[in-house]
C-alpha cells in the first residue's frame, strides 16, 4: 500500500486535507506526519500550511523538517497548498521580510491595500471565496478539471516567481496573480483543493494517482 | 469582477439537531446537521456556518462531534459560532474540522480575544459576528449600536466604529447580522450593510432578514455585500440553494454555479 504524508508542522488544520485525500485516495495509508523518517519513506507528500510565514519557517525549523520537506519536493509527487506553497520561493514580504525554504527563486507579496477591480471598486483583503483558475499548460493534475474553475481562496499575499516558466495557473483578482507553480514532480496551489468541493477533490485524486510527471 | 459572491446556507444547531424558530422562540426541529450540510454541499453552496445554541456550556461537546463528523464528507468551507469564548475554544473547533471561528458576545466583553486569536490561528480563520440594532429615531442621520444576547441588551458601541476596531484587531471577516430583520423574514438592513461594506476592508456577510431569493440579490447589488447568510429559506425547502444562485446569476451577479 502506497502513502501519502501530510507534513504537520503546526500550521493550520491538517485534518480537512487528510480526511479529503482519504475520500479520494481509499487504497492508501493517508498519514499526518511531523516525522522525518516518515516524510522520507512516503510515496507522496502534501505541504499545506496556514498562518503566516514567519511562523511557517520557524515551526518547520523547530522540527528540523525544512531539509526532509525540500527533498520530497526534489524527489517524489509533492504537494504545496496554500502557505506551504508560498513559502517554498526564496522569499515574502510578509512579517517585515522572510527569508523561505528558497527551492524557486522568487518573492512572495502583498496584494496592497488599493486593490481595485476594473470597474474601479475597492477589493477586499484577504482574497476570500470561489476564483477561477485559469490553466497556463497542461499537467496530469488537471485532468477532468475544466479551464477556468473555481476554486476557494483565502489569502492576502501572492507569488511573482522569477522564472515565469514555473507558472501552471493564474487568478484575476485586481490583476492576474499566480495561482499556481511546479516543475518536474511538484505542483503547488495558492487555493484550497481541500475545500473545493467537486473540482478540489477530483485535483486531489489526479495527486493521489499521479507518477511526478508533468 | 471574477470572485464569486457567496451564498451561505447557516445551521442554528442546539444540543447536535438543527432547529429553527422565529427569533430562538418556537423552536422546530429541522434534521440531523451532517445530512442537511450534505445536501446543501449537493446544492452548491459555497460555504456552510453552524451556530451553536445550545443553553448550557455542558453539553458544547455536542457541536464539536457535528463539526468532526461534517468535515469528514463535506469539502467547503464550515464557519462554527457560538460560545466561543477563549482561544483554546477556536483551537478546539479548527482542530474538530472548522475552516473559520465566529466569535460573538466574548468579542464585546473581551476585544482582546480576537487580536490574541488572529495572531494565534490567523485572521483568515476569525469572523467577529456582529448583532447591530438601529438606534437612531425619525428624521435623525441612520445610527447603529451592538446589542448582545440575542438583541435583548444594548451595549453602548456604535456598530460602525466596532466593525472598524474588530478588522484592526485581525478579523478577516465580518458576519453581520441585523438584530431588527432577523427572523422577520423581510430582507437585510441594506443601509446598515452598505455603512459596514464601506467602513472595513474585509469581506463582509449579510445575515437578518432574508425572506426570499431577491432579498438575496439586493445584499449584494445594493448592499454590497461579499457573502449572503440565511438559514429558514434553505430549511425548509422553500429554496433551494442553487435556485438561490440561478436567481442571482439572473441578477447579472458573479455566482459559482
Keep these: 500500500m502506497s502513502t501519502i504524508a501530510v507534513v504537520d508542522y503546526g500550521m493550520g488544520n491538517l485534518r480537512s486535507v487528510a480526511k479529503a485525500l482519504e475520500h479520494v485516495a481509499q487504497n492508501q495509508q493517508v498519514i499526518v506526519t511531523s516525522s522525518a523518517e516518515e516524510i ?76 481595485q477591480d476594473e470597474q474601479g471598486e475597492k477589493l477586499k483583503i484577504p482574497h476570500m471565496g470561489w476564483n477561477r483558475v485559469h490553466h497556463r499548460s497542461s499537467h496530469a493534475l488537471w485532468q477532468g478539471i475544466d479551464e477556468n474553475s473555481r476554486f476557494y481562496f483565502v489569502h492576502s499575499y501572492y507569488m511573482d516567481p522569477a522564472d515565469k516558466g514555473i507558472i501552471l495557473a493564474t487568478t484575476d483578482y485586481g490583476f492576474e496573480f499566480v495561482s499556481g507553480i511546479g516543475r518536474d514532480n511538484v505542483f503547488a496551489v495558492q487555493f484550497h483543493p481541500e475545500k473545493s468541493a467537486q473540482d478540489g477533490l477530483q485535483l486531489l485524486k489526479n495527486f493521489a494517482e499521479w507518477d511526478g510527471k508533468q | 469582477m471574477p470572485l464569486a459572491k457567496r451564498i451561505i446556507p447557516c445551521l442554528d444547531v442546539r444540543n447536535g439537531r438543527v432547529v429553527k424558530g422565529v427569533q430562538f422562540v418556537d423552536i422546530r426541529d429541522a434534521g440531523d446537521p451532517v445530512e442537511v450540510a450534505r445536501r446543501y454541499d449537493q446544492e452548491g453552496a459555497d460555504e456552510i456556518t453552524f451556530l451553536d445554541i445550545t443553553a448550557s456550556s455542558d453539553d458544547r461537546d455536542t457541536i464539536v462531534h457535528v463539526v468532526e463528523k461534517v468535515a469528514e464528507e463535506v469539502f467547503i468551507p464550515l464557519t462554527v ?101 432577523d427572523g422577520t423574514k423581510t430582507g437585510f438592513d441594506l443601509e446598515l450593510t452598505r455603512a459596514i461594506c464601506a467602513a472595513v476592508s474585509i469581506p463582509v456577510i449579510a445575515s437578518g432578514g432574508v425572506g426570499n431569493l431577491e432579498h438575496l440579490a439586493e445584499g449584494v447589488l445594493e448592499g454590497k455585500a461579499d457573502a449572503v447568510l440565511a438559514a429558514s429559506i434553505f430549511h425548509f425547502a422553500e429554496y433551494s440553494v442553487h435556485e438561490a444562485k440561478e436567481f442571482m446569476a439572473s441578477k447579472g451577479i458573479e455566482v459559482r454555479l
Design chain 1, 40 to 115: 522520507h519513506n512516503a510515496d507522496r507528500v502534501v505541504f499545506p500550511g496556514q498562518g503566516a510565514a514567519r511562523d511557517c519557517m520557524l515551526e518547520l525549523a523547530d522540527r528540523q523538517l525544512t531539509d526532509v520537506v525540500l527533498n520530497a519536493a526534489h524527489e517524489k509527487p509533492f504537494l504545496g497548498i496554500c502557505m506551504g506553497m508560498q513559502v517554498l520561493l526564496s522569499h515574502s514580504q510578509e512579517n517585515n521580510g522572510v527569508d523561505c525554504m528558497g527551492l524557486y527563486p522568487g518573492e512572495v507579496r502583498y496584494f496592497g491595500d488599493n486593490l
Design chain 2, 81 to 181: 459560532g457560538g460560545g466561543i469564548r477563549k482561544v483554546d475554544d477556536v483551537r478546539r473547533m479548527l482542530i474538530a474540522g472548522a475552516d473559520k471561528v465566529a466569535i460573538n458576545t466574548a468579542a464585546v466583553f473581551n476585544p482582546e480575544l480576537v487580536k490574541e486569536a488572529s495572531e494565534r490561528v490567523g485572521s483568515q480563520c476569525i469572523v467577529v459576528a456582529i448583532d447591530a440594532k438601529k438606534v437612531s429615531g425619525e428624521g435623525e442621520p441612520s445610527r447603529w449600536e451592538i446589542f448582545t444576547h440575542g438583541g435583548r441588551k444594548p451595549t453602548g458601541l456604535d456598530a460602525i466604529e466596532w466593525a472598524r476596531k474588530m478588522a484592526d484587531y485581525g478579523a478577516g471577516e465580518i458576519l453581520l447580522t441585523s438584530m431588527d430583520r
